[in-house]
């Protein structure tokens, strides 16, 4: 099952660009980068996903190394409400001997400094 | 508006007494999940259903059943539930299991504790 790794957690400024990252180096061809957010006491909710590409949307934007092994989630101007576990997981299509669990780890705690 | 629900949001039983948690989405969604969250441990997939009557082991099954009869609905249960099962638990779905680029729509949790 392919993995990822992110620091435990980390600090930013509030108003100031946070910049999380992801390894991911077992990644395969089909896999997309996935993040994920969850504040406190809520379920997870979607951020950002890309392929190969960077990506932006309204929340974030999402830069993959080329080599695709690694990638950052960038939090523009950070505010007091996005502090919360970011979670970077991989998705494939299922192949065959390959199934489609989906593996979260720990994430990275964001904490917010006013 | 498009959601995920479960129930029962809280749960208190004991030992041995089967429990089941309710899954329902109304997205028409073909790929159903269920996580267990516990503290240092992270989110932690239990099983996980690509489409009806399809259903897999995620990477701690031990002790749980699903069962997937309706797109909507994908219930948890708990034939005899013990207290290393008290944790907090997230059913989620996404569009489809057969591309990686479906993002998941996650519930609102349901936070089990077996005395």
């Known amino acids: 099952d392919a993995k990822t790794t992110q620091p435990n957690s980390m600090e930013s400024n509030e108003e100031e660009p946070v910049h999380l990252p992801c390894n991911h180096s077992?990644?395969?061809?089909?896999?997309?980068i996935h993040w994920y957010r969850q504040l406190p006491s809520q379920g997870p909710e979607y951020v950002i996903h890309?392929?190969?590409s960077n990506v932006n949307n309204r929340m974030a934007s999402l830069a993959i190394a080329e080599d695709r092994k690694s990638s950052t989630l960038i939090l523009h101007r950070a505010t007091l409400r996005d502090a919360a576990v970011y979670y970077c997981i991989l998705r494939g299509a299922p192949l065959m001997n390959r199934d489609d669990k989906i593996i979260f780890g720990k994430g990275t705690r964001l904490h917010i400094l006013p | 508006e498009a959601q995920v629900t479960q129930n029962p949001r809280y749960l208190i039983t004991v030992t041995g007494k089967k429990l089941t948690v309710t899954c329902s989405q109304n997205m028409n969604h073909e790929y159903m999940s269920w996580y267990r969250q516990d503290p240092g441990l992270g989110l932690r997939q239990i099983y996980y259903?690509?489409?009806?009557?399809?259903?897999d082991k995620g990477d701690v099954p031990e002790g749980y059943k699903v069962s997937r009869k309706e797109k909507r609905n994908f219930p948890l249960i708990l034939e005899s539930p013990s207290p290393n099962q008290t944790s907090l638990y997230f059913c989620?779905?996404?569009?489809?299991?057969?591309?990686?680029?479906?993002?998941?729509?996650f519930g609102p949790g349901t936070r089990l504790t077996v005395l």
């Open positions: 989620a779905s996404s569009l489809s299991g057969s591309s990686g680029s479906n993002e998941q729509f």
């Open positions: 890309g392929l190969t």
């Open positions: 077992t990644i395969s061809g089909t896999d997309y």
């Open positions: 259903s690509m489409n009806v009557e399809v259903t």
